[in-house]
């Protein structure tokens, strides 16, 4: 029997505020546990919420970014549990009234074609706080410094067919959110999460299959891998015989399995009602309007003016906007050196392998784009090679340092004395009498060869131009 993936993703994501949701603890990421908190964020007896009235903006700017349709009256319920991670044994969250609603975002699907996923609501809510396990595994800690911190909450309606579109959606949503400066969507510090639904029905059938809930996934890739295993493990389930129970599970990245954690809940059993503490949110048509006019320009706008005002093909400009501070990055580089192509092939080549092997973004690093300029400038100086300039990047991204304070202390100024490289160019030609002969007879691209190794001798030093130019004078006499 054939069947067909369906999955739905609920992706929170952290708002770039100064302070909590509901009171005026800071809203930031510190290793030290309980020292961001309050009276409120600890739900203590008496403690009255106030809401971040930024929230509500960074909120209705997500919702206008992602296509969504604007609840002019909304308002916050309660939503009922009991968990040691949430003090006050609710959670406030949009429930019955959210703040956007039938949106959506377009990707490529597993063939190219573009795909519209729909986006069901946007809610705001307070973050609960986290659970930290004793090694041991015999105590559990809590730590409440991101309780209260406000989230929106992206739910799409079960549009997704396959671990592949699940991830290009993500990687789209943070695009987009990180474009409209609502979260840094880091998914490492727990600014972006997500949870998956996902079920397995015949082919044709208009049915849902039983569906599972994943979670614990701290990464695109563990997105992705946790779905495709999932659907192997239901697809086995159902090819016995057997039906698949309705749970949440959680993805071991260890292992690369999902585990069962419990039995999912159904929104019934969060008993949800409105909160009587917190006035209703109300905006006006002006307010929403506006929202929509602020929108900063997007990543398709601006790789469209990567390619007229600076020339960059269609691929470069795309890699560019891929990431806003990637294309911030870009554009800070070419204020002290404008040459767009050059600079876009540095960042795309040896300075992203560099964040890659770091696992950092373009501004968490210490070499900035007046260093990337600088570097590119000794280049056109001729003051270093571009084979040199890979190495002094390298060092330069890993110290900290200037790439003129790394060429100087590492001694590899590019050598341009003309007498210094007369005799190595004499070496090599006495050294390699065939390859010299091969040029008499015309086959002058073997000068490649011989440049190369006047390099070799001189560590990568020499002016390969002044080299080869060398190198002909030599050779034809």
Known sequence: MEFEVVIGLEVHVELQTESKLFCACPNSFVPEPNVNTCPVCLGFPGALPQLNSNAVQQALTASVALNCEIALFSYFDRKNYFYPDMPKGYQLSQYFEPIGSRGYINIEDDNGLLKKIRIGRIHMEE???????????????????????????????????????????????????????????????????????????????????????????????????????????????LMRGEKVLTQTLRWDEDKQETVVMRGKLEAHDYRCFTDSELAPIELTPEEVDRARAALPE????????????????????????????????????LKTYNNPKVVSNWIMGEFSAQLNNAGLEADQCSFRPSDLAELLQMIDEGLISGKIAKEVLEKAFQSGKEPRVVVEEEGLLQISDQSELESIVEKVVNENADSVEKYRSGATRVIGFLVGQVMKETGGKANPGLVNELLVKKIEG
């Open 127 to 237: 973050d609960a706080g986290k659970l930290v396990h004793a090694v041991s595994g015999d105590a559990s800690m809590v730590d409440y410094n991101r309780a209260g911190v406000p989230l929106v909450e992206i739910v799409t309606e079960p549009d997704l067919s396959s671990p592949g579109e699940s991830r290009r959606y993500l990687e789209q949503l943070k695009r987009i959110l990180q474009y409209a400066r609502v979260s840094d969507c880091k998914m490492e510090e727990g600014s972006l999460r997500c949870d998956a639904n996902i079920s397995l029905r015949p082919v044709g059938s208009e049915v849902f299959g039983s569906k599972t809930e994943l979670k614990n996934m701290n990464s695109f890739k563990a997105v992705e891998r946790s779905l495709e295993h999932e659907i192997k493990r239901q697809r086995d389930i």
């Open 298 to 333: 997007m990543a398709e706008a601006r790789a469209a003016r990567f390619i007229d005002d600076y020339g960059l093909p269609e691929y470069d400009a795309g890699v560019l906007t891929s990431s806003r501070c990637l294309a911030d990055y870009f554009e800070s580089c």
